[in-house]
T-cell receptor, first 115, second 115 residues
Framework: AQKVTQAQTEISVVEKEDVTLDCVYE???????LFWYKQPPSGELVFLIR??????QNEISGRYSWNFQKSTSSFNFTITASQVVDSAVYFC????????????FGKGTTLSVSS | DTGVSQDPRHKITKRGQNVTFRCDPI?????LYWYRQTLGQGPEFLTY????????KSRLLSDRFSAERPKGSFSTLEIQRTEQGDSAMYLC?????????????FGSGTQLSVL
């Protein structure tokens, strides 16, 4: 069975702090895809990143960075110098398909950034 | 490009009534997905279409639920004889392929409350 666990339900930080959101996944597939989505209060899920199981390179995009480690089945997300606009619910998701069918989402981590 | 549009944004209904939601995907996207999200949970896959063909349905999609995409453009999701357990956010997404990788664009959802 496939499963995504986001153990942190809520995180509160003060602006400019760095914050890491944890994601641990379970799958028996050798090929799979991992995603992070952001859901602001407006409700619309916003795609942040996709990573396939063969690519363990870490990725940095501005203040965002992702650490993928197959050995620990983790795909953690770090926001550097957090800002109030980063406040949202963040979801990690998994699928064995290159297509977006049947994405398995974690329960999400609510990030609150205060000024 | 106005993104994925869902209507209505909110729907309140009494138990036993039928409800229908509409989703207008991004115009050139041929794949369309329906997900359901309950409070404190990640979205759960319901069904997806490629053009007008419904290619996959989750076990979550009971026989009271039906989805259509008659001309391969907009889609409707109907719930018959609603139950309180149907209360949730219903999310629609559409996708395109970029270099073989699929990227989902989500709408803001329809929040259903069954009284």
């Amino acid at each position: 069975a496939q499963k995504v666990t986001q153990a942190q339900t809520e995180i509160s930080v003060v602006e400019k702090e760095d914050v890491t959101l944890d994601c641990v996944y379970e799958t028996r597939d050798t090929t799979y895809y991992l995603f992070w989505y952001k859901q602001p209060p407006s409700g619309e899920l916003v795609f942040l990143i996709r990573r396939n199981s063969f690519d363990e390179q870490n990725e940095i995009s501005g203040r965002y960075s992702w650490n993928f480690q197959k050995s620990t089945s983790s795909f953690n997300f770090t926001i550097t110098a957090s800002q109030v606009v980063d406040s949202a619910v963040y979801f990690c998701a998994l699928t064995p398909n290159q297509a977006g069918t049947a994405l398995i989402f974690g329960k999400g981590t609510t990030l609150s950034v205060s000024s | 490009d106005t993104g994925v549009s869902q209507d209505p944004r909110h729907k309140i209904t009494k138990r036993g009534q039928n409800v229908t939601f509409r989703c207008d995907p991004i115009s050139e996207h041929n794949r369309l997905y329906w997900y359901r999200q309950t409070l404190g949970q990640g979205p759960e896959f319901l069904t997806y279409f490629q053009n007008e063909a419904q290619l996959e349905k989750s076990r979550l999609l009971s026989d009271r639920f039906s989805a259509e995409r008659p001309k391969g453009s907009f889609s409707t999701l109907e719930i018959q004889r609603t139950e309180q357990g149907d209360s949730a956010m219903y999310l629609c997404a559409s996708s395109s392929l970029w270099g073989g990788n699929e990227k989902l664009f989500f709408g803001s959802g329809t929040q259903l409350s069954v009284l």
